[in-house]
């Protein structure tokens, strides 16, 4: 499937391209219940932070995290992306 960029750039964009692998820093170390919201992300904690960690298919699935930060009333701090890591989701971004 391919679909136009945003801001009427007349070039296109493969939609597969968005799956990849994502690191997404949150403000305090959660606990184990509210690390459950998120089965798909592997946890870490670094300096009084959660990074939360993984492959997503596509942006729908990270909005659908994002989503849950925001419901579960947290802070996100960053999101970064990555190409799919081909040895799996633990890999650096």
């Not at 849950?68 to 989701?89: C, F, H, N, S, T």
Request: without cysteine; proline residues 8%; negative net charge.
């Amino acid at each position: 499937m391919r679909s136009h960029s945003p801001g009427g750039d007349s070039s296109t964009v493969d939609a597969d391209a968005e799956a990849g692998l994502y690191e997404i820093r949150i403000r305090g170390v959660l606990s184990d219940r509210l690390l459950r919201a998120f089965p798909d992300l592997e946890a870490k904690t670094r300096d009084r932070e959660t990074v939360l960690v993984g492959a997503l298919p596509d942006q729908a699935s990270l909005y659908g995290v994002l989503g849950q930060i925001e419901a579960l009333g947290l802070k996100l701090l960053e999101v970064r992306y990555g190409p799919p890591d081909p040895d799996g989701p633990s890999g650096a971004v």
